[in-house]
């Protein structure tokens, strides 16, 4: 313990006497591995800027070090400069022609800035001078994701697996491309005859766990997660995704028994946390699903998904005011989520904040145009109030994003009609019929006296009749 102290305290003089030397405070001498554990150290806590001028100050004292000079080009990659970053990497090769780190950091730096053909071309070199061609392969594969050519990236990653049948991230992006190409039922037999390679492959199970919980089959991604831990009882992410699997079987006390499961292996982290609350809200147990979504919080405060089932989870027990307090803090940090603007506007409607959320009802609408509830909840204010002709409005702007919705077209059926404009409710009514006839009992919702609804049921016999 005391000798760990000693060098806690050892690390912490050497940085302050590095960040005095920058100043032109103090005048140090410092050794090349002392600059590069403190360059480490500010990359590591992502001060790019403070690890670039130490990575600087070294190469100044030590021209010729390949590891100074990688550790800057890390730093520019990262501060967006990758020109700057591959010039030096270049220079770097001229005089160690053979460096396969050089050729790794190259690459990244032409893979973000989107020159994806120079990345590939750049890490195949490397090949020649590495043992460790699986990351190769896989940075390959990754070049090709990020140019959106799956099936490239599929058979690098495929390449990777053979060199690595441990590599978990290969294992973890071939699914995810798999999907992408709509490959994910072929890919069985693949993670089968990989498994029958080596059933001791725990990633291989774990990875055709997630294959089969992406198809929905989600008794066989039990079993294949079950293998995963058989093999490694310490594999949390297998828990995890086996808890997810039970989320999709509906069975959430056993997904709840899990995700503690993952928490026992790895420890708690909000995510896990979040989805124990998640699957509480799914039981209606809404106390317990605000007790956990609390507790995801207390690790992560702005974590958005967390904020939002909190919220939801007071709203469904009728506390609105709470409700919103939450649904507005994870708006603010996921400003793209449509889900999150419905549920702000949803809730101000309930409290009686009509402006804010006809303006939150348009946020939505922006977000995702195509969904339907966002119309009919809109407009469905204004009716409300009795602004039939806005609501109709907004109907029909609607109808212009989803223009085959039977939806639609019965309810603006139902604000013509209370406006008095039968002529034209008429019209939309028929589009509605045509659309989908056992539809139009949502009209008698909307008009609950009896002489409304026989006289609809006269139009609506007629014209199944004419048909």
């Known amino acids: 313990m005391g000798e760990e102290f000693k060098k806690r305290k050892e690390a912490k003089e050497l940085i302050e006497k590095v960040e005095n030397h920058l100043k032109g405070n103090e005048t140090h001498f410092f050794g090349i591995d002392e600059l590069e554990y403190v360059a480490e150290y500010f990359l590591e806590r992502q001060k790019f800027t403070k690890a670039l001028k130490v990575c600087d100050l070294g190469i100044t004292l030590y021209t010729f070090s390949v590891e100074l000079v990688i550790l800057k080009a890390q730093c520019l990659i990262n501060l967006e400069k990758y020109d700057e970053a591959i010039e030096i990497l270049t220079e770097t090769l001229n005089l160690h022609p053979g460096d396969s780190e050089v050729y790794y950091m190259m690459g990244t730096a032409f893979s973000l800035k989107g020159e994806f053909a120079k990345a590939v071309q750049t890490f195949e070199e490397s090949l020649n001078y590495t043992e460790d061609k699986d990351d190769v392969y896989y940075n390959i594969g990754m070049a090709y994701q990020n140019n959106l050519d799956f099936k490239r990236a599929i058979e690098y990653y495929k390449r990777t697996i053979e060199e690595n049948k441990s590599h978990e991230s290969a294992l973890y992006e071939l699914a995810y491309c798999l ?11 693949y993670y089968k005859k990989f498994i029958d390679t080596d059933p001791y492959s725990s990633y291989a199970w774990y990875n055709l766990g997630i294959v089969y919980n992406k198809l929905e089959r989600f008794d066989d991604a ?7 831990i058989l093999v490694d009882d310490t594999f949390s992410s297998a828990y995890f995704n086996m808890a997810n699997s039970y989320i999709g079987k509906q069975t959430y006390s056993k997904a709840i028994e899990l995700y503690k499961e993952t928490i026992k292996v790895e420890g708690p982290s909000s995510e896990t946390y979040y989805y124990i609350g998640n699957a509480y809200e799914l039981m209606e147990q809404y106390s317990l699903a605000i007790k956990y979504y609390r507790k995801a919080l207390k690790l992560d405060s702005i974590y958005p998904e967390a904020l939002y089932g909190l919220g939801a989870s007071l709203n469904k027990q009728g506390k609105w005011y709470e409700a919103i307090h939450f649904f507005r803090k994870a708006v603010k940090l996921a400003t793209e989520n449509p889900s999150y603007w419905m549920a702000v506007a949803e809730t101000e409607s309930k409290i009686g904040n009509v402006v804010s959320s006809t303006e939150a009802y348009e946020e939505a609408s922006v977000l995702d145009p195509g969904d339907i509830n966002i119309w009919l ?16 409005g907004l109907i029909k702007d609607g109808l212009d994003e989803i223009p085959d919705s039977s939806t639609l077209f019965y309810r603006i059926t139902s604000y013509l009609i209370a406006a008095g404009k039968y002529k034209n409710a008429f019209n939309y009514l028929e589009n509605a019929l045509i659309l989908n006839f056992d539809e139009h009992k949502v009209l008698f919702e909307f008009f609950p006296k009896l002489e409304t609804q026989k006289a609809l049921f006269k139009i609506i016999e007629q014209f199944r009749k004419e048909k």
């Open 377 to 392: 909840d809109w407009s469905y204010i204004y009716y409300e109030q009795g602004q039939y002709d806005t609501a109709i």
């Open 222 to 228: 039990i079993k294949a997660f079950e293998y995963a």
């Open 179 to 189: 999907d992408i190409t709509n490959e994910l039922e072929s890919s069985i037999d």
